[in-house]
């Protein structure tokens, strides 16, 4: 008996709570490690397609310089619109020939940006510097590729702020001859001599002719004896009435809705006082009935706070739509604002935001 009681003791055990327990942390430590493996993921494609559309970029811009491209042979990348993930590329890509070529950024991965084309002369610039940002569909993140007015093109970073360089007015020099036009010496001029002016010539006048009116009104219908009329002049036709058309009814058009941005545009900084924020006035025309308003950055973007006064019009009426910028690198470029409407007016409306540091 004692060492059966020995024997009981010795054995130890898990209680059910304990086992709960023990699982319910794998599972969250589990949960966590794959979540975290996906955004490693997301963000490792994100910034590869950042950098290959650069390269491209570089390559575009290489190939403009190399052939001393004119204006109708300048190499170009144009990226598509926002929520997309496409992008042409046109350059000489090795058999002497401008070729245009479309890739694709890797999965998941979009523009966040508007739609631009950017055109590499031979100097390899551009006529003005622009923003595209790559933005990851898992995280929403974005990875600005800035292009500078020189053509220099960096990933994540902004090495060359055109928009905080003031602008400089280069003069044209072609040579050091001078080519303007002398002023030529005034002389003396004949006077002037008086021209004669013609007589006053008569004018005839013409000479009236009467017209003859015939006596007969054309309405007789007497009957004479011996070939003399003495009829009493009074016609005797039935006239046919003519029938007067009525007019019919035409149907009038009822005005459509139509949705618009006061103004379209608005370009805000990240960092200079009072121009962080700014408003727009959407205004919908002829609407009849109950609207609900909803505002989005296009392409699912978050790259500003967006807010309306407004978010449910009867009839016609406004809503003041404001937005605020955000700091970071993924915050700049020109993005597109959606205003849709349920029902909706017709297209809806879009205000263009342009964000610089």
């Known amino acids: 008996m004692n060492g059966n009681r020995r024997t009981t003791r010795r054995q130890h055990g898990f209680t059910i709570m304990q086992m709960v327990i023990t699982v319910a942390i794998i599972s969250i430590v589990s949960t966590v490690g794959v979540l975290g493996i996906k955004t490693a993921r997301a963000e490792f494609r994100v910034r590869n397609a950042a950098r290959v559309?650069?390269?491209?970029?570089?390559?575009?811009?290489?190939?403009?310089?190399?052939?001393?491209?004119?204006?109708?042979?300048?190499?170009?990348?144009?990226?598509?619109?926002?929520?997309?993930?496409?992008?042409t590329v046109?350059?000489?890509?090795?058999?002497?020939?401008?070729?245009?070529?479309?890739?694709?950024?890797?999965?998941?991965?979009?523009?966040?940006?508007?739609?631009?084309?950017?055109?590499?002369?031979?100097?390899?610039r551009i006529d003005s510097y622009w923003v595209f940002q790559i933005k990851s569909d898992y995280t929403g993140s974005s990875i600005p590729v800035d292009v500078s007015g020189s053509g220099d093109i960096t990933v994540d970073e902004q090495h060359f702020p055109d928009a905080s360089i003031p602008d400089v007015?280069?003069?044209?020099?072609?040579?050091?001859?001078?080519?303007?036009t002398p002023t030529p010496t005034p002389k003396s001029s004949p006077s002037a001599t008086a021209t004669p002016?013609?007589?006053?010539?008569?004018?005839?006048?013409?000479?009236?002719?009467?017209?003859?009116?015939?006596?007969?009104?054309?309405?007789?219908?007497?009957?004479?004896?011996?070939?003399?009329?003495n009829g009493n002049g009074n016609g005797n036709a039935t006239p046919t009435p003519t029938a007067t058309p009525s007019a019919s009814p035409s149907a009038t058009p009822i005005p459509q809705c139509v949705a618009t941005f006061s103004p379209s545009t608005l370009s805000l900084s990240q960092s200079i006082a009072g121009h962080t924020a700014g408003t727009a006035v959407f205004t919908m025309t002829n609407a009849t009935g109950?609207?609900?308003?909803?505002?989005?950055?296009?392409?699912?973007?978050?790259?500003?706070v967006l807010g309306l006064s407004l978010v449910r019009i009867e009839g016609s009426g406004s809503s003041i739509l404001t937005v605020t910028?955000?700091?970071?690198?993924?915050?700049?470029?020109?993005?597109?604002?959606?205003?849709?409407?349920?029902?909706?007016?017709?297209?809806?409306?879009?205000?263009?935001?342009?964000v610089s540091n």
């Open 53 to 87: 559309f650069a390269i491209y970029l570089e390559k575009a811009r290489a190939d403009s310089v190399r052939r001393h491209a004119d204006s109708s042979s300048e190499a170009w990348v144009q990226s598509s619109d926002a929520g997309n993930n496409t992008y």
């Open 90 to 124: 046109t350059m000489d890509f090795g058999d002497g020939t401008l070729t245009s070529r479309t890739f694709q950024l890797e999965s998941g991965v979009s523009f966040n940006t508007i739609a631009k084309k950017v055109s590499f002369n031979w100097r390899g």
């Open 169 to 180: 007015t280069v003069a044209a020099v072609t040579d050091d001859v001078d080519h303007s």
């Open 197 to 229: 002016s013609p007589q006053n010539s008569a004018t005839p006048t013409a000479t009236a002719t009467p017209t003859a009116t015939p006596a007969n009104n054309g309405n007789g219908n007497g009957s004479g004896s011996s070939g003399t009329n």
């Open 290 to 304: 109950v609207r609900t308003l909803s505002v989005t950055q296009a392409g699912n973007g978050n790259s500003m």
């Open 325 to 354: 910028t955000k700091n970071g690198a993924g915050n700049r470029g020109v993005f597109l604002v959606d205003v849709t409407t349920t029902p909706a007016c017709g297209s809806g409306a879009q205000l263009t935001v342009s």
